[in-house]
């Protein structure tokens, strides 16, 4: 079963919108939640990550809302630029086996 | 400093045929992985490793092996091929700060 449930599958944007991808897991032994970022041909990148005993965690325009309780986090990319069209995808670790599972991805268009 | 090297990055086989993907890191990085990426699907990973010797099977290590001999190299077996196997394949290495670095991608097709 998929361990870390990613959603919306495409999201479009206009420039200047704020963008939203949504995570949840169930596995309690994940340890540390990072967003990774892709563009065609390449290989993902992190982008930016938090760790459960932090609620938020803001970079430039990137912030990861983490809401331990419900077992949910999400990306939110405020001030949306054309750049940034990409596909986002969220991960979990266990830690202490450094395995990583990933979510199904979101392909964000962002409209000039 | 070249990071995560694959190779090669494309690549037609036939069906019942056998490859092996390359991987090879400079960064002195413990865990190495492989994952294959299918459309809607995300990264699923197939074998992982902790340190030369040490193996591990993913969510989806059916029809692959694995081999870590040195920290470097990690190469990824497909034995006789099928088209479920027509992925991208990417290796990916991880130090103790937890971030995956990915290389580039493999994209193999089955016919």
């Known amino acids: 079963q998929q361990q870390v449930k990613q959603s919306p599958q495409s999201l479009i944007v206009q420039k200047g919108g704020i963008s939203i991808i949504n995570c949840a897991y169930e596995?309690?032994?994940?340890?540390?939640f990072p967003w990774y970022q892709q563009f065609p041909g390449k290989g993902p990148a992190l982008l930016i990550a938090i760790r459960p005993d932090v609620s938020e965690k803001k970079e430039g325009r990137f912030t990861i809302s983490f809401n331990k309780s419900a077992k949910q986090f999400s990306l939110h990319i405020m001030d949306s630029q054309p750049g940034d069209s990409a596909t986002y995808f969220c991960a979990a670790r266990v830690g202490n086996f450094n395995k990583f599972y990933f979510g199904s991805g979101t392909k964000l268009n962002v409209k000039p | 400093n070249a990071g995560v090297t694959q190779t090669p990055k494309f690549r037609i086989l036939k069906i019942g045929q056998s490859m092996t993907l390359q991987c090879t890191q400079d960064?002195?990085?413990?865990?190495m992985y492989w994952y294959r990426q299918d459309p809607g699907m995300g990264l699923k990973l197939i074998y992982y490793s902790v340190g030369a010797g040490i193996t591990d099977k993913g969510e989806v290590p059916n029809g692959y092996n694995v081999s870590r001999s040195t920290t470097e190299d990690f190469p990824l077996r497909l034995e006789l091929a099928a088209p479920s196997q027509t992925s991208v394949y990417f290796c990916?290495?991880?130090?103790?700060?937890?971030?995956?670095?990915f290389g580039e991608g493999s994209r193999l097709t089955v016919l």
């Open positions: 960064m002195n990085h413990n865990y």
């Open positions: 990916a290495t991880s130090g103790v700060a937890g971030e995956l670095f």
């Open positions: 596995n309690t032994a994940f340890d540390y």
